[in-house]
């Protein structure tokens, strides 16, 4: 399968070919190919166990595929795989912090290890982003379900990467940050690139264009 969202800015772009990964005889993420260029959004659904997940941490940089290879764009320059995440923000349930360290301090130390010049204002801006920055000297054992999830997104846009990676992005979330999710998907759409793994219908309808993992295949939100 393949799908391209038209585009006049060559910001950012990812082309996979054949990308495919195997847990276990009919695990895991079977073939799949597409590309995708700045600035809109893709969502990718399908059935539980179909990928959907396995296909994000693969284009994150965190997984290795069995199969196929993907190509990952900025300026119209292929990123080395070992530089992905300098150009990538992921935001995953399985994300997590370090429980004795405040929200900020957790931030500021993703920051830092990312080599961001300006960390500690870099976390500032992410968390104000999210609607955190009042829980900035908490402790993140104290946070509720939905605030670790905006913590999640926070980390994801910490370096405002031009490309923005959201598996089950509304998770542990009310109306308000469900809204949140749609703000941060919009304004990164408008220039950057976003995916979202979902079956949420809320949320893959914040994107133009989706890819079902062993369904229909592609097709353009109605």
């Not at 997984?63 to 990538?88: D, E, M, N, Q, Y």
């Not at 609607?131 to 993140?140: F, K, S, W």
């Amino acid at each position: 399968m393949s799908v391209a969202l038209a585009t006049s800015s060559p910001a950012a772009s990812i082309e996979a070919v054949g990308l495919a990964h195997h847990y276990a005889p009919g695990r895991g993420l079977e073939a799949v190919s597409f590309s995708v260029t700045a600035p809109g959004a893709l969502a990718v659904t399908g059935p539980n166990g179909s990928g959907k997940s396995t296909l994000l941490r693969i284009l994150a940089g965190l997984l290795r595929p069995s199969a196929g290879a993907a190509t990952v764009s900025v300026a119209g320059a292929a990123v080395p795989a070992k530089a992905w995440r300098t150009c990538i923000g992921f935001a995953s349930p399985e994300l997590t912090f370090y429980d004795e360290l405040s929200v900020a301090e957790n931030l500021t130390f993703a920051g830092e290890a990312r080599g961001l010049p300006k960390a500690r204002e870099a976390s500032h801006d992410s968390l104000e982003r999210v609607g955190l920055a009042r829980q900035g000297g908490d402790r993140v054992a104290a946070l509720s379900s939905g605030m670790k999830q905006r913590l999640r997104l926070a980390f994801a846009l910490l370096h405002r990467p031009p490309v923005l990676l959201l598996d089950e992005p509304a998770s542990h979330l009310d109306e308000e940050g469900r809204a949140l999710v749609a703000r941060v998907v919009d304004e990164q759409r408008r220039e950057g690139l976003v995916l979202l793994a979902t079956n949420d219908e809320r949320e893959w309808k914040l994107a133009e264009q989706r890819i079902e993992l062993r369904g229909r295949g592609l097709g353009h939100i109605a």
